[in-house]
C-alpha cells in the first residue's frame, strides 16, 4: 500500500468555499488547472476562432461520458496483474479510493496520475480532433489547441465533482444529485456499475447503469 498522508477528510466538508480551498490546495487540480491556464493563454494567442472550435467543444461534451468509463473501467479498475497496472499504476490511488472514500489523498487523482493522464490526453485528443477538423474547416492549429484546453477543463471538472459528491455538500440540482446517487451506487453496491462522475452517458449506452 502506498504511504499515506492523510490531507483531510470529504466529509468534514460542507460549503463550497471550503471545497474551493481544499481543491486548488491539492497536487493534482494545480497541475491541471496550470496545463488547462496555458492552453487557455496559447489559444488566445493564436486567435482565428472559427467553426472549428465549436465542433471540438460539442465533440467533447458527447465524449466526456465515454472517456470516464473507459479510463474508470479499464484503468483506475484495472486488475493488479495488468501491465495497465504494473507499467502505468493508474489504479493503486484509486484502490486505496475505495478502501477509504473520505480521504483526500486519494480521493482526487494523485499528481502522478493527474500527468498520466494529461499526456494520455494529448494524444487521444490529437487521434479524435484532427480528423474532425479537417472536416469541418479551419482553425486546424487553433482547433487542436482548443480540443486540449477542453480535455484538461473536463479532467479537473471531474476532480471538482468527484469532490464536490464525496463530501457533506449536498448540490441544489437535480442532476448533481443524481450522480452523486450514482456514485453512491459504484462504491457500496457494485464496483462493476456506474463509472461516470460528472456524466452517465457510457454508463447508460454501455449498460452499466442500473435499472431503478
Known sequence: MPPRNDRGRAGQLSTKKQLLARFIASPSPRLILAVAAAMLAARVLIGSWGVGDLAVLVATVFLTGFVEWTIHRFFLH????????????????HREHHRDPQSIQWLLLTSGDAA?????????????????LLVVGRPLFGGLVSA???AAIALANYEWTHLLIHS????????YRRLAANHRVHHYRG?????GVTSNLGDRVLGTLPSK
Open 78 to 93: 484495472a486488475p493488479g496483474s495488468s501491465r495497465r497496472m504494473q507499467v502505468l499504476k493508474t489504479g493503486v490511488g
Open 116 to 132: 498520466r493522464f494529461l499526456v494520455v490526453f494529448a494524444v487521444f485528443t490529437m487521434v479524435w480532433s484532427l480528423p474532425l
Open 191 to 195: 464496483e462493476d456499475m456506474c463509472f
Open 168 to 175: 457533506r455538500y449536498r448540490p441544489r440540482t437535480a442532476r
Open 148 to 150: 486540449y484546453l477542453l
